[in-house]
């Protein structure tokens, strides 16, 4: 195995997974001040960032049970996007190890339908053709699009930027096998067997995941809870890190 993970702090283990293209350095506004209240495991998923040697699974449960053997017995855990879909699959799969489950503009399904809030397909199509053209461009818009209706768009942007370029930027053929599982995995019937306490986490100017997916949603895990950042779109703890950290917080030790 050559799973990239950091670990900092100490407490209670908090396990934390990125969205696609990125890396465990998106994570950086928000992990000192999260070190000071948990022993928090920042992972690079397979294929990305550091764990590039690794290859990335077409399906969300592999990949979870990839994973499972680096982390620590018992865990928190939060999946921002992509990163929400494996955390879930941990959550259902491995309860047992599971005490809190937390996912950030992530959604059980991901893709538009007449019945579904979220991507429309044709821009999931164009973004796998485009890819194959020029995937660091193609890795780029997608940040763009993630950033798109806050009100720091372009200074956001920069920064994911920044992070991405932190690590080795993951394989054309990862990216791709990357989207292929935000398009084909559909997790909502699974939400039922959920054990932990969950906590949902949105942005209201979220071009990706829309804010109907809250509502959407609310019927398939009720017992779980959420929150709307006003002020961001798909990565309220780089928008509004303060109050991300502060509703986290609340939630695993509440």
């Known amino acids: 195995m050559s799973i990239a993970i950091t670990r900092q702090g100490q407490g209670e283990d908090l396990v934390v997974l990125h969205g696609w293209g990125m890396n465990r350095h998106v994570w950086s506004l928000i992990k000192d001040e999260l070190s000071k209240h948990f022993n928090i495991w920042l992972v690079d998923l397979p294929g990305f960032g550091d764990s590039h040697e690794e290859t990335l699974s077409n399906s969300v449960d592999s990949i979870a049970d990839q994973l499972l053997s680096s982390l620590p017995q018992r865990f928190h855990i939060l ?65 763009s699009l993630q950033a798109m209706g806050s009100k720091n768009a372009k200074q956001q942007v920069k920064q994911l930027k920044q992070w991405l370029f932190e690590s080795p930027l993951a394989s054309e053929e990862t990216l791709l096998t990357g989207l292929k599982l935000l398009e084909k995995t559909d997790l909502r019937n699974t939400l039922k067997h959920i054990q932990a306490p969950m906590l949902r986490m949105y942005g209201r100017l979220d071009g990706l995941v829309p804010i109907s997916a809250c509502q959407a949603i609310e019927p398939l895990v009720p017992q779980s809870t959420s929150y709307v950042f006003n002020d961001s779109a798909h990565a309220p703890f780089i928008t509004e890190p303060e109050l991300f950290i502060e509703r986290l917080i609340s939630f695993i030790k509440g």
């Open 79 to 143: 999946g921002w996007s992509m990163g929400g879909l494996i955390a879930t699959s941990l959550a259902t799969r491995h309860c047992q190890r599971v005490d809190k489950l937390i996912t950030v503009a992530s959604s059980p399904y991901f893709l538009e339908s007449s019945d579904w809030p979220g991507i429309k397909p044709r821009l999931m199509t164009q973004l796998e053709t485009d890819l194959q053209n020029d995937f660091r461009k193609t890795v780029e818009r997608f940040l």
